[in-house]
């Protein structure tokens, strides 16, 4: 059968990311970009786009039938910061996003699922170093709680209704085409920015917090992959821990002043310290190699230097204007 992808969330900060990729790969008129905004963003704009709110069971349904869709990536979420502020919308669509798209897997209307799970899901007594795939999990956050429910969701799908759904467990997503929103790990992105424009940055975690993080191609190779990768290789159905590199604030300052060496950073934690404090310094994800044959490209190094060259020519492309 032909594939055909539907994306769902498709303006966010790792939707744009994986409408381009996928539409390299299988051809633009073959990956359907979906978001509840009125129009795309130019960079997704050579191939179909419905705007289209996955709460609106009905409408995704017609958009499935209408385009006929093989695999859905299903990217639409508050993230961590912004379900703080607002739980129930966070639930909401946290949750009921994710449960449409499986009843329509269920009812044959998807074949493939792609879920996005998070380190989220682990909480203040999970073993922090390495982070083993099976741990405590008690979340302290709203996206966190969501996000596990979420992993018992799609394992409960796979077992109980045969839905082919796979997930992974992003880190923070590092990535220069597209911002990301209202996540903790956020300021990972946002530094590069400031620190090419002003030289300057305040950071809203203090300097010795230690995240997983991960370059924004990396993390699209593995979705990729993840859902490309025959059925009887997907052996975890709730979702793969996957790691990329671990850094705190005060390293990546330091990785950036190999390029900028007068950045200066200053230190002003909110409440989104909390929610870092609550997950793990390091991930272990051999299941993710094992399995489907899983390994990372960019270290702290590599992907300081790709940010710094890329945000570079952007900021250089914007002002030249
Ligand atoms: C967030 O910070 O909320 C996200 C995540 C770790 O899932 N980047």
């Known amino acids: 059968m032909q594939r055909k992808a539907l994306i769902i969330g498709a303006c966010g900060q790792i939707g744009i990311e994986l409408t381009m990729a996928l539409r390299q790969k299988l051809g633009a008129e073959s990956v359907v970009a979906s978001d509840v905004k009125e129009t795309c963003p130019p960079a997704i704009a050579d191939g179909p786009y419905v705007q289209l709110s996955v709460l609106d069971f009905d409408a995704l349904r017609q958009v499935l039938i209408t385009y006929q869709i093989t695999e859905v990536y299903n990217m639409a979420a508050l993230l961590s910061a912004t379900s703080e502020k607002n739980p129930a919308f966070a639930w909401e669509l946290n949750m009921n996003g994710l449960l449409h798209t499986l009843n ?17 899901v682990f909480g203040p007594t999970t073993p922090r170093q390495n982070t083993p795939q099976d741990t405590i999990m008690d979340p302290n956050s709203v996206y966190g709680i969501s996000k596990l429910a979420g992993e018992r969701w799609c394992e409960y799908y796979a077992q ?10 992003y880190p923070g997503l590092i990535g220069y085409r597209s911002a990301p929103g209202g996540g903790t790990t956020d300021y990972a992105v ?9 030289g300057q940055y305040e950071c809203f975690l203090g300097p010795n917090t230690m995240l997983p993080m991960m370059m924004m191609e990396d993390a699209i190779r593995a979705t990729i992959d993840i859902t490309e990768a025959p059925a ?3 052996k975890i159905r709730s979702s793969y821990n996957l790691a990329g590199c671990s850094f705190t604030p005060a390293e990546l300052a330091e990785h950036i002043r190999l390029y900028i060496p007068a950045f200066e950073m ?3 934690p909110d409440f989104r310290q909390s929610l870092a404090d609550s997950w793990p310094d390091s991930i272990d994800d051999q299941r993710a190699r094992q399995d489907w044959g899983w390994s990372h490209a960019f270290d702290t ?5 790709k940010m710094i060259e890329e945000i570079g020519l952007k900021i250089n492309a914007t002002n030249a204007k």
Do not use: C, M, N
């Open 104 to 120: 329509l897997a269920k009812e044959g209307l998807i074949q493939r699922l792609f879920w996005p799970s998070s380190i989220a």
């Open 160 to 169: 109980k209704h045969q839905v082919d759904v796979r997930s992974l467990r």
């Open 190 to 198: 946002d530094i590069f920015y400031k620190a090419i424009e002003t």
């Open 232 to 234: 009887e290789q997907i």
């Open 266 to 268: 200053t230190y002003a």
């Open 301 to 305: 190094a590599a992907l300081t230097k």
